[in-house]
């Protein structure tokens, strides 16, 4: 004691500070008033004990509300007011809460220093409490063997004194030491334990961060589904209690950052910036940018990635946490890298990089390091053997001391070998497949250095497994198809290897597997869900709301994209089916003998180049054709040249000048993509795109004019597709049936639909001729609702839908086609029980897709594609609504009479190509998808109008065709 006597009602003034101090254990932001009167009485009355208590208590609840600067003064005054007791423990006790605070501000090592003084004048309790906190800051600083440790000790001495609330804590913080370890079982059975103890103790928030540990958890472990679950709950928790969200935001990018949904990393990332900022929590600024030049890299921006990397490095630095500086040194080599520069780093620092994330228990960084080090040495040496063939002669051997060009060659060989064999024979068989993919990668680099190119391609086939059984875990397409993204450096390998070896049929092989690999895994159903039912009903409600709106209202938009994300995010938490693989690449034997006399083009990729794999009666070639962005800037000019003569204000000037256009863009086009491709003559061609020509308008061409083209996502779909059975009622629910042949066509009679959507005049009359042709069935007005045509597709052989169509970029799974009671959307697609063999959809863009990373594609085609329509013809382009009609009623003549689809629509578009502009631009827009040489007989195939000259079926049903109206 300072000698002073204490006033009578001490004991009254140290109860209430100890209540306060249980009420801001329970619940920091409703006892943080508690904690304040407390506090503020105590000191007027000169209570020293009592003011030393109710100061740290008011702290301790400062620190969970965000506000660290008062936090940091509360909790020094209550040390303050310890020593002024004569309290050394009080003093103590303040003081390592105090190092918490610290450390939250980003100065680890003064946290630790903190603690460490505090530690002699604690004993029992509260030196297990110290010891826990110095447990938290040994982990932040990355030393996890120490850290692990230290909370053993505590955890001893907190369960023999039966101190629940104490070890609940402790639980949780050892729990994210484990999970960084990657020891998955040992932490989740902290947090479960946590969780009860949690619930027995009446704490709702700890719940909330509980289960946001959780979802961190299952992060790392690669369990995206369950992640999600933990993090939407632990959202609705802790921000339900005003609670701190930063590290929240921060988990939940990190989780968006490993299916490869950057965009929204960025945005989770971006926000857990804003809260620690807000909060002062310098301390967590760094990892968060760490993270966003991860994601920077993944989108395509090196220089974006190189800034948050090189911020993220200084701060660690300043904030002397050794591990972490080397972790954002790998973030910087990684964005170098991706630039297209070469890191200039001395073989010493690269070595402590690579040795310091090791030693820190982080595998998946470990791994990453001995990859990276591997390619810089290996670069490195590269640069040294241009610099000693410089015809200057200044890199040459001659200077004194100089190491000779071989002994460097060979030193530095034997250090890349090294670092490569380091990372090979780690994690390939446990942990989470992203790490176990990783290690494959890693022993494909080290075989491809040993010159064992059959190694290479063993190892690369092994780690894309591992991917496909990691996605096949996750029920929502767009994790699937963003999670692909992870297939990147493995297919690319495997691609440059076969180029390298010569052999076109092995190229064949990995051109296949470098694209479009979620959708060859067998179409999965999702459960019947009220919850994402009534979502989708009140979105359509308001999009229906919306489209009535010269003006959409704020308030409205707002509703939508809250309903947009509430679906996004719901369907994202459902489970798939584990260890449903993709199926194999289709071999070119089996291929050739389903292609008949049709020959495929499939286009790759090779860095800038573009080059033409062709199959013909059996024979694989592959030849070079130029550059990709050739080809990218002829298709944008082609497509806006049609665009332009769709419009229907298009003045007789503007006509001509795009129809110089879009010849000219065409021409080149043609001899460009299919020019040198003598092979294939005048053969129905089964077209595989890539990137850019994903959204060709084909029948443009000039070698294509009349010619079936059908297009196809890969040629092992095409396949599939095309040798698929096909029901007995022409639908097609699945994908299990054995194969055949399929060249006898579908029976549609009886099983056709034809849909007109609302606010188009000719759709209805479209709908109608369709109906017509094949004795189908039409649904129009208000009988085309979405329950009403979702019913009918699942019934239908063949279905026909004009209406209004929408791609959404930023979620195609939005993409859909308007009805009568608003869109029908990819995501109702998904949950249709069966759909039609064959399709149309006579709407705007309804052919296009979003292309992700590997040629993964989204949007309302691909929805049907991947629930197992065999065929479609849909518009890649805007179209007329009266000018489409004339080319659909000439396409389903031809259809009716026997004629594949692809055939059919070949026909048509030549049909139509020298009549009016609009119509012309109409027909341009369609292509073929999937099988595309499978009929569809509905009635006499004898009947072909292609025959007859003197009927045409264009003029006869449709001589309205050049009437203006608006696009679909």
């Not at 640069?383 to 410089?390: L, M, Y």
């Not at 197992?868 to 259809?895: W, Y």
Request: hydrophobic letters at 50%; proline letters at 6%; aromatic letters at 2%.
């Amino acid at each position: 004691m300072d000698g002073s006597p204490e006033p009578a009602d001490a004991p009254l003034a140290e109860a209430e500070a100890e209540a306060a101090l249980a009420a801001v254990d329970r619940d920091p932001v409703s006892g943080l008033p508690a904690a304040e009167r407390a506090a503020r009485r105590a000191a007027r009355a000169g209570h020293a004990v009592a003011a030393s208590t109710a100061e740290r208590a008011w702290g301790h609840a400062l620190l969970h509300v965000g506000e660290l600067d008062n936090a940091v003064r509360h909790l020094s005054r209550a040390a303050a007011w310890g020593v002024r007791a004569g309290r050394a423990d009080l003093a103590a006790e303040a003081r390592y809460k105090l190092a918490f605070a610290i450390l939250q501000r980003g100065r680890p090592q003064a946290a630790l220093r903190e603690i460490d003084a505090a530690l002699p004048d604690l004993t029992g309790m509260a030196a297990a409490r110290a010891r826990a906190q110095r447990a938290i800051v040994l982990h932040v600083i990355g030393r996890l063997d120490e850290s692990l440790a230290e909370f053993e000790v505590a955890l001893q001495v907190l369960r023999r004194h039966a101190d629940l609330l104490g070890v609940q804590r402790m639980l949780i913080n050892r729990a994210l030491v484990h999970s960084d370890r990657h020891a998955f079982a040992a932490a989740e059975r902290d947090l479960l334990e946590a969780e009860t103890l949690a619930r027995e103790l009446g704490r709702p928030l700890t719940i909330g961060l509980i289960a946001n540990n959780l979802g961190l958890m299952e992060t790392l472990r690669g369990d995206v589904p369950a992640a999600l679950r933990h993090l939407d709950r632990a959202e609705r928790i802790i921000g339900a209690h005003g609670a701190q969200l930063g590290t929240l935001h921060q988990d939940r990018a990190e989780l968006l950052l490993s299916v490869g949904l950057t965009a929204e990393a960025k945005a989770a990332a971006a926000r857990a910036v804003d809260a620690y900022r807000r909060e002062r929590r310098s301390l967590k600024v760094p990892e968060v940018q760490v993270l966003l030049a991860q994601a920077e890299i993944l989108s395509g921006d090196p220089v974006a990635a190189l800034g948050h990397a090189r911020a993220a490095l200084r701060r660690f630095r300043a904030q002397g946490r050794r591990e972490w500086t080397e972790l954002a040194r790998l973030s910087v080599l990684s964005a170098q890298r991706a630039a297209g520069r070469r890191p200039r780093l001395p073989g010493e620092v690269i070595d402590v990089m690579v040795a310091t994330l090791d030693a820190a228990g982080w595998p998946a960084a470990a791994l990453d390091a001995a990859i990276v080090a591997a390619q810089v040495t290996a670069e490195r040496r590269v640069r040294r053997d241009e610099e000693e063939h410089d015809p200057s002669g200044d890199a040459g051997d001659a200077r004194a001391g100089v190491e000779p060009a071989a002994g460097r060659r060979s030193r530095t060989a034997d250090a890349a070998a090294g670092y490569l064999s380091r990372a090979a024979t780690a994690s390939r068989s446990r942990g989470p497949a992203l790490v176990r993919a990783r290690g494959w990668y890693a022993r494909a680099l080290q075989r491809r250095a040993e010159g064992d190119a059959r190694g290479v391609l063993a190892a690369v086939r092994t780690g894309l497994r591992v991917l496909d059984e990691h996605a096949s875990a996750m029920g929502a397409t767009d994790l699937r198809v963003h999670a692909a993204a992870h297939r990147a450096d493995l297919v690319a390998l495997g691609l440059e290897v076969a180029f390298e070896a010569g052999r076109p049929d092995g190229l064949l092989e990995w051109s296949e597997r470098a694209r479009a690999s979620r959708l060859l895994a067998a179409p999965v159903r999702p459960p019947d869900d009220p919850v994402l039912t009534a979502l989708l009903a009140r979105l359509r409600s308001v999009t229906r709301d919306l489209a009535g709106q010269a003006a959409a209202p704020a308030p409205l938009l707002a509703r939508q994209a809250d309903l947009e994300r509430r679906i996004r995010d719901h369907s994202r938490r459902l489970a798939g089916t584990p260890g449903d693989a993709p199926a194999a690449p289709v071999t070119p034997r089996d291929l050739a003998a389903s292609l008949g006399p049709w020959a495929l083009v499939e286009y790759v990729r090779r860095g800038a180049d573009l080059h033409a794999l062709t199959v013909v009666d059996g024979r694989v070639a592959v030849r070079r054709l130029g550059a990709t962005a050739e080809a990218a800037d002829l298709i944008e000019r082609l497509t806006f040249a049609v665009r332009r003569d769709a419009r229907p204000d298009a003045r007789p000037e503007a006509l001509a000048a795009s129809a110089a256009l879009r010849d000219a863009a065409a021409a080149r086009l043609d001899a460009l993509l299919l020019g040198p491709l003598t092979e294939i003559g005048a053969r129905p061609l089964v077209v595989v795109p890539t990137g850019p020509l994903h959204s060709m308008p084909w029948s443009l061409l000039p070698s294509c004019a009349g010619r079936p083209v059908t297009v196809a996502p890969s040629a092992t779909l095409w396949h599939l597709a095309r040798t698929r059975p096909a029901p007995a009622d022409g639908t097609d629910g699945d994908r299990s049936g054995g194969a055949g042949p399929g060249r006898d066509g579908v029976t549609a009679r009886g099983r056709v639909v034809a849909v007109a959507g609302p606010r188009l005049p000719a759709a209805g009359p479209e709908a109608a001729a369709v109906g017509a042709i094949h004795d189908g069935a039409v649904l129009a007005g208000a009988a085309a609702s979405v329950e009403a045509v979702s019913a009918a597709l699942s019934q239908a052989g063949l279905a026909h839908l004009a209406a209004h169509g929408h791609l959404s970029a930023e979620n195609p799974l939005f993409s859909g086609i308007a009805l009568a009671d608003g869109p029908l959307m990819a995501y109702d697609v998904e949950r249709l029980p069966r759909v039609p063999h064959t399709l149309v959809l006579a709407a705007c863009d309804s052919g296009r897709s979003v292309v992700r990373t590997g040629d993964e594609l989204m949007g309302l085609a691909v929805a049907f594609l991947a629930r197992g329509t065999s065929q479609l013809v849909a518009s890649v382009l805007p179209i007329p609504d009266a000018a489409t009609t004339p080319v659909m009623v000439a396409f389903h003549e031809r259809l009716a009479a026997g004629r594949p689809p692809a055939a059919a629509l070949a026909e048509a578009q030549r049909a139509v190509r020298g009549d009016d502009p609009r119509t012309a631009a109409a027909a341009a827009g369609f292509v073929c998808i999937g099988a595309g040489a499978v009929p569809v007989r509905s009635r006499d195939p004898e009947r072909d109008p292609s025959r007859d000259a003197s009927r045409d079926p264009v003029r006869d049903r449709a001589a309205a065709a050049v009437e203006r109206g608006p696009a679909r």
